[in-house]
């Protein structure tokens, strides 16, 4: 990242839809031009803000879900059913609108193409975003340290990125998560994740690996005492809790 004086930072710009990517009926990826971003780290995230006619404000915390380029943020919005400001981003908000944004924030949930240590990702729905950033980064870098994701969803119509994920990485390893609706023709049964899932998952506990964790805060909470019960230190966990289940 530039070295960038933190009052630019934090500064609100201006920044403009430039194009939109549906992930699932639910979720879209917002492409943004912002003049003057000043750079990123993968895992970082902004402020949104949106002003209505009548000048009330309404303001959330979005993960950049790629990694810096130039002028170009992206975010990727999951519809909350009454949400104030989701609804109006994957609803009525169209290229060419504009939208106040300030960041990046956070400098500990975040993954640099210099660290070389094993990664467990973990991911409960749109938690995904700012893992996708870390995998995304790890591939524009040619990073060669080896990443795992778990990625809890409820049904595979759920899946971010499909068709990006579906292409094979090498050193990324995937295990999906399904709660609600496996997909067709995989045996078993749905189920959330637990100590199974991640005893398989996780890199052994002295392997010196660092686990990224987000989504939901109760899913958070939850996979992070399972990691901690499976023998990882604390300071080997990141976490990064987006707000309320929905389950
Ligand atoms: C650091 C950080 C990063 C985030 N990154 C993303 C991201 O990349 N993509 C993304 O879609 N969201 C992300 N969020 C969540 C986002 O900030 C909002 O909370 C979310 O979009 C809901 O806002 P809203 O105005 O639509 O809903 P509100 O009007 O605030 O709430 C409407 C209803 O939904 C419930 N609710 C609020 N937030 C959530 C939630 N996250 N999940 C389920 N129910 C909720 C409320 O309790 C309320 O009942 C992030 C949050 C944080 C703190």
Known sequence: MAGTAVSGRLAWRV?????????TPTARTLVFDIPGWPGHLAGQHVDVRLTAA?????????????????DRIELTVQRVADGEVSEH???PYAVGDPVEIRGPIGGWFVWRPTDSPPVLLVAGGAGIVPLMAMIRARREAGSKALFRLV???????ELYYAEE????????????????????????????????????AAWPADFGATTYICGPTGF??????????????????????FGPSRD
């Open 220 to 241: 958070v909470e939850t996979a992070a005492d399972i990691m901690l019960a499976l023998g990882h230190s604390p300071q080997s966990i990141r976490t990064e809790r």
């Open 54 to 70: 009548d000048g009330y404000t309404a303001q959330r915390s979005y993960s950049l879900a790629a990694p810096a380029n130039g």
């Open 15 to 23: 920044a403009r839809l430039a194009e939109i990517r549906q992930e």
């Open 165 to 200: 994920l579906r292409r094979p990485y090498a050193g990324l390893d995937i295990t999906y998560v399904y709660t609600r609706e496996l997909p067709e023709g995989q045996s078993g049964i749905p189920r959330r994740i637990d100590v199974a899932t991640l005893n398989t």
């Open 89 to 91: 981003l994957t609803g």
């Open 151 to 157: 990625y809890s969803l409820r049904t595979p119509a």
